[in-house]
Nanobody, 124 residues
Framework: VPLVESGGGSVQSGGSLRLSCVAF???????MGWFRQAPDKERELVST???????SYADSVKGRFTISRDNASKTLYLEMNSLKPEDTAMYYC????????????????????WGQGTLVAVSS
């Protein structure tokens, strides 16, 4: 499996979690990102990090989530603060050779790779 997520869990509203994604075999030149899917909802690309550094965030998470990458360990992170019940979803790490930033807030296109997901559950 090329992308392996971890860090999900159950938290109360207002809490924090940090998701990690080890991107085996993906060079720093790939655009990386996180998308989520809640039950009965479309997939939503919530954040991206381009190979040259720029980040993008969906309006729904802007100011609360922070994406970052450690190229040495090939790990992508998503720091999630001030979590809300509506953030409850399965979160997936993704990688693509094209720029993904234009898709934030929307259903992502077909991606080069994605992981198996990690579940985030936020209770009120």
């Amino acid at each position: 499996v090329p992308l392996v997520e971890s860090g999900g869990g159950s938290v109360q509203s207002g809490g924090s979690l940090r998701l990690s994604c080890v991107a085996f075999g993906y060079a720093s030149r790939y655009c990386m990102g996180w998308f989520r899917q809640a039950p009965d909802k479309e997939r939503e690309l919530v954040s991206t990090l381009s190979s040259d550094g720029p980040t993008s965030y969906a309006d729904s998470v802007k100011g609360r989530f922070t994406i970052s990458r450690d190229n040495a360990s090939k790990t992508l992170y998503l720091e999630m603060n001030s979590l809300k019940p509506e953030d409850t979803a399965m979160y997936y790490c993704a990688a693509d050779q094209s720029y993904l930033g234009v898709w934030v807030g929307y259903k992502p296109p077909t991606l080069d790779a994605w992981g198996q997901g990690t579940l985030v559950a936020v209770s009120s």
